[in-house]
């Protein structure tokens, strides 16, 4: 069960607290975990790839996100969960429409960075360090950039390129784009 409200741009309150900064989590507790998993499910239900604690009005660094598996390539889905996450490497670029749960019924397109090294903390405090490239680099890096008060709104490639779609779309229609992007 899923029980927590995504805060979105439309409310003047909310959107303060999309735009504040993050504070660093000191110290990864089971509470930090069970909180990340409550994220996902509410991520899950709203048919999203990703989610950060400030768009569940928690300021503070870390994230959630899962790639959907991908049964045409024999692929799993790939979730994350990561504290206090840092881009410590990035390489080339790449451009692709991009939505986001705190904006809904809009995608736009951002250029992002192609490859990325990312280190942080697991959900059990570990410290992690992994490269990831493509799609999930950049749904990381939007992920990332929220932690910031950063939203894809602030990078688009052309203003004109931000689209409204059919609510609830905005993630299947960013996944066709990168899926299209892939052939
Ligand atoms: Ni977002």
Redesign the pocket.
Known sequence: MSDLEILTVKDAQQLRVLRSRSRKVQGVTPKHAAFAQRMLETMRDAV?V???AP?VGVLQRFFVAEIPADEEDDQPAQTFILFNPEIVKAQGEQIGY??????PGYIGEVARRERITVKGLNEKGKPVRFKVEGYVARVLQ??I??LDGI??TDKLTDPDTFQPVAVGQEEAAELEAAMAEDR
């Open positions: 999203g990703g989610l950060a768009q991009e939505g986001c749960l705190s904006i939007h992920e950039d929220h939203l894809f």
